[in-house]
């Protein structure tokens, strides 16, 4: 998963939280535009490299904002008005979000592919129930979805982040104070007590922050858990709002300079290497919480960055642009797929028109409207609506005529897409009399290159192959987390045949998996086949890191049991199959594509097999498909150049493995022609992902695998 932030709206206007007259904080709106800029910027263009940190200064603005909120109605009421208090955070978020979901969802529908589009229908649930982080937390951590395409709705992860903060934050404030005020009999010293319970939630959760970053960086990312201390240190500036609201202008000046210094360092200091949020986003949060400590007493107008009409109308609009900009920027990437300076533009320039739109036509109309507000009699009622009807009603008007027009393009493009892009059969290579399968394979990956729409005789289909996805491999429970498995129950072929070999290795090989269960169905009574590993834990000496969930805890034990029973079997053959990428060792430290090879060698040493080990190349990396397979792609859109990465780790494998007297196969004559790889060959569709075959795509090239083991001796 990639990081994403979204822009999350207090419900109030920023103010003073001295005693007095509420003032409109604009230094606190230009912050949301610093922070909202930084953040658009760095997800369109990938700068600054910290830009998506804004995300932290929104939830420490949001933490100030509503605990004084809290407060303030405590303090003139002597009571929190919890009916209040929600119906103005739903006024104020969920009809702008609303929009965007079902904006979002519509046009998905039409423009991605099924699964991506399902996908996008279920993120928008998820993100209504406020419940989004721990969905993709848990995508993030699945090892087989944690490389799917960003979803448009991704950023709304931070919103269902705080939503839940307040779930619970607003009882607590109730509590602390109605027993401290009881105990202390003081409103002075019950602040100061819910002061102290707030600072052991941030010191509780900056710790957890700081664990769990450290032993899975993606759930810690998106975890309530590990972000409630960037909220709570908003709301201890507002507990202690009466003591800075006396610090010397001068003190406050220089304060908000240092603030707005620090947290532009941060933007630029922050990479996505940066462990984030526990440390990473300290400095940020502790920047935004100088540049609002130094507003309290007073308006800050030398901090005139923030402080100016641009700033602040920016800041004004920030919820709907960061609501708006991720969907912008997924659909336009997916029409227009070369990011020009003419394609940034088009990004930037339609945010802003479609924010300023959703802005005064739904957010503001929706947040100052009537709606669950007590207004005592029906008279006053009516009289309430009637204002606002006066006030915004041409707004509704203009919204529905925005939507009719908006909803008209959609089903007009759609249906274009539609048709213009109808499937239709792909040229497929006639069939090339040979014993060598490799030459088929060959022709048909050359005619999938040739081919200008997608064949509608593709089985399975490719939004069917990226549904099932590593569900409907054979062999899918031999590489499970959990207790090593029964060998037996991985075992294919004849158990009493003569000869014996072992696949080992990690998803990898496990998508090789149901091509040599083929291999040893179609050898009569001469091999039986052991395929077994753990996804995600690579066969190497070296412990290499891997986020998926569970994977790390179980890849040492699953490498010694499968090291120790093949020292038991003495196999006649051992392929061994892993990812060629590069990585981290267990303690976070780089490992080289050389690094990595010599790990591979050294943990097949233990098998004390010297001769007779075959090491396997994957195929090399193929395009994303939730991104370029969709109604408006083709299928040179999905077509990709061997990598990099792939060249230097096959290098490797074969200068290497000949010093030992063993061997190494390329997968390249089933995968890719002349360097380039399609999505599919003759019928089939080659991965589900960019990483993996489909279990019948490699059924289909068994026979050019034993073809390859036969030419080298093996078979």
Wanted: aromatic share 10%; net charge negative; glycine share 6%.
């Amino acid at each position: 998963m990639t990081r994403e932030n979204s822009t999350v709206m207090p419900d109030t206007t920023p103010e003073t939280e001295a005693s007095g007259p509420r003032t409109v904080r604009a230094d606190i709106q230009g912050l949301r535009a610093l922070a909202v800029v930084a953040v658009i910027v760095n997800h369109v263009i990938g700068w600054p490299s910290g830009g998506f940190a804004g995300v932290d200064v929104f939830f420490v603005i949001s933490g100030f904002l509503i605990t004084g909120l809290l407060l303030r109605d405590h303090e003139q009421h002597g009571r929190i008005s919890l009916a209040a208090f929600y119906a103005r955070r739903i006024r104020r978020i969920v009809p702008a979000a609303l929009t965007v979901i079902v904006v979002t969802a519509a046009v998905g529908w039409f423009l991605f592919n099924r699964a991506r589009s399902m996908s996008t229908i279920w993120d928008g649930v998820s993100s209504l129930l406020f419940v989004a982080n721990w969905r993709y937390t848990a995508l993030g951590t699945d090892y087989f979805h944690a490389t799917d395409p960003a979803s448009p709705l991704q950023h709304y992860w931070s919103l269902s982040v705080e939503e839940q903060f307040y779930l619970v934050w607003p009882w607590l404030v109730i509590i602390v104070l109605a027993i401290a005020v009881k105990l202390l009999r003081s409103p002075a010293r019950a602040r100061v007590a819910l002061g102290v319970v707030m600072a052991a939630i941030v010191a509780a959760s900056f710790l957890y922050a700081l664990q769990q970053t450290s032993s899975s960086p993606t759930a810690a990312y998106f975890s309530t858990f590990s972000r409630a201390w960037e909220l709570g240190a908003g709301a201890l500036l507002a507990i202690a709002a009466p003591l800075l609201a006396k610090l010397p202008a001068g003190i406050r000046i220089v304060v908000g300079w240092l603030g707005l210094l620090a947290l532009l360092w941060s933007f630029v200091l922050v990479t996505d290497s940066t462990p984030f949020p526990g440390p990473g986003a300290a400095l940020a949060v502790g920047a935004t919480m100088l540049i609002i400590a130094g507003g309290i007493g007073g308006r800050q107008r030398s901090l005139f960055v923030l402080d100016n009409p641009l700033s602040v109308y920016i800041g004004n609009l920030s919820y709907s642009l960061y609501l708006w900009h991720f969907p912008v920027l997924i659909f336009a990437l997916l029409l227009m797929p070369e990011q020009t300076p003419v394609v940034t533009a088009i990004i930037f320039g339609l945010t802003l028109a479609i924010s300023m739109i959703a802005f005064y036509l739904i957010e503001q109309p929706f947040h100052h409207s009537p709606l669950l507000r007590r207004s005592g009699s029906r008279e006053k009622s009516r009289e309430a609506w009637q204002a606002w009807r006066d006030r915004f009603g041409a707004h509704a008007i203009l919204a529905t005529v925005a939507l009719m027009v908006v909803g008209a393009g959609v089903g007009l493009g759609s249906f274009s897409v539609l048709r213009d892009h109808t499937p239709m059969a792909a040229p497929v290579a006639a069939p090339v009399p040979a014993e060598n399968p490799e030459v088929q394979l060959q022709a048909d990956l050359a005619a999938a290159l040739t081919a200008t729409a997608w064949p509608d005789n593709l089985s399975p289909s490719i939004d069917d192959a990226m549904s099932q996805t590593s569900t409907n491999n054979p062999a899918r429970r031999c590489f499970d987390i959990g207790d090593t498995p029964n060998f037996d129950d991985c075992t294919w072929g004849n158990r009493n045949a003569p000869q014996h070999m072992y696949l080992v290795g990690d998803s990898t090989a496990m998508a090789y998996a149901p091509a040599f269960k083929a291999m040893a169905e179609a050898s009569g009574d001469q091999w039986q086949i052991t395929t077994v590993g753990l996804y995600g834990c690579r066969f190497t000496d070296v412990l290499v890191q891997n986020d998926g969930d569970g994977v790390m805890d179980a890849c040492p034990q699953r490498k010694q049991d499968v090291a120790d029973r093949i020292r038991a079997d003495a196999p006649q053959l051992i392929v061994m199959s892993n990812a060629f990428a590069l990585g981290q060792s267990s303690n976070r430290q780089p490992l080289s594509t050389g690094d990595l090879v010599a790990s591979t060698l050294a943990e097949a040493a233990q098998y004390n097999a010297a001769g007779r080990v075959v090491y396997l190349a994957p195929p090399p990396l193929g395009a994303p498909l939730g991104q370029c397979y969709s109604r408006v792609s083709s299928p040179i859109d999905c077509a990709v150049n061997v990598d990099a990465a792939w060249n230097d780790f096959e290098a490797a494998f074969e200068a290497a493995a000949p010093a030992t007297g063993d061997h190494a196969v390329s997968s390249l004559p089933f995968s890719c022609v002349d360097g380039q790889c399609p999505a599919f060959a003759g019928t089939l569709p080659t991965k589900y992902d960019e990483v993996h075959m489909t279990v019948q795509y490699s059924e289909h090239v068994a026979p050019a695998i034993r073809w390859a083991f036969i030419a080298q001796g093996l078979m």
